[in-house]
């Protein structure tokens, strides 16, 4: 079965250092999507790309992030400066379409990212 | 806006048990309700959806779920739990458009005890 992939497991980086999170969607998937989890917390939102463009993103998602797809297959999340309250599971998730009854996001396994 | 409420935060049960982890929403029209897991360390699979229909729900690893429109909640439910169901348990909603963003609860974490 198709699955989302998200590397690397785990990113240990210094504040304010830029990291990049990848993610590779499940293929033919259309509508992409972030979402962290500080730990102890609960899933929140950061954006969603639809046609190589933010189709949603939540206040979280301020200057110092940017997301892109770069060619085909990956769906990239950046934080240009971290921050120790950057320290969470990011998890990438993809969906096919607007077809009502297929239209579940599917998740990755996520990439704890540690901010020291 | 969309709020979800789990109102149990840790939730104990005996293997074998039956189980019922209570989840309620907020949204002005039918929702998209979803429960996802969690195991220690993993990432979030999902267990099962309501769309519409049939207001009972089966999922993966034998659970299910009913939406109840009168009562705002859709609850996961399991006759009798297996020690490998000890996780964290996630229900969510997002509205009628595909793509838009799921909005979660904050998880009950369920204990299973021999």
């Known amino acids: 079965e198709p699955e989302v992939t998200q590397t690397p497991s785990h990113q240990v980086t210094q504040m304010g250092q830029e990291v990049i999170l990848r993610c590779v969607p499940i293929?033919?998937?259309?509508?992409f999507y972030w979402y962290r989890q500080i730990l102890g917390q609960k899933v929140e939102f950061l954006v969603s790309?639809?046609?190589?463009?933010?189709?949603?993103k939540s206040e979280i998602f301020d200057d110092q992030f940017s997301v892109e797809r770069p060619d085909g297959s990956n769906f990239t999340l950046k934080i240009r400066s971290t921050k120790l309250e950057d320290s969470a599971m990011y998890f990438c998730?993809?969906?096919?379409?607007?077809?009502?009854?297929?239209?579940?996001?599917?998740f990755g396994p996520g990439t704890r990212l540690t901010v020291l | 806006a969309q709020s979800v409420t789990q109102p149990d935060i840790h939730i104990t049960v005996s293997e074998g048990a039956s189980l019922e982890l209570r989840c309620n929403y907020s949204y002005g029209a039918t929702p998209y309700l979803f429960w996802y897991v969690q195991s220690p360390g993993q990432g979030l699979q999902l267990l099962l959806k309501?769309?519409?229909?049939?207001?009972l729900v089966q999922g993966i690893k034998g659970f299910e779920a009913e939406f109840k429109r009168s009562q705002s909640s859709f609850n996961l439910r399991k006759p009798s739990v297996h020690w490998s169901d000890a996780a964290e348990y996630f229900c969510?909603?997002?509205?009628?458009?595909?793509?838009?963003?799921?909005?979660f609860g904050t998880g009950t974490r369920l204990t299973i005890i021999p």
């Open positions: 969510a909603s997002r509205g009628a458009f595909g793509n838009e963003k799921l909005t």
């Open positions: 998730a993809s969906t096919p379409a607007w077809v009502p009854g297929t239209d579940t996001q599917y």
């Open positions: 309501y769309f519409s229909g049939d207001t």
């Open positions: 790309f639809y046609n190589n463009e933010i189709s949603e």
């Open positions: 293929s033919n998937h259309l509508y």
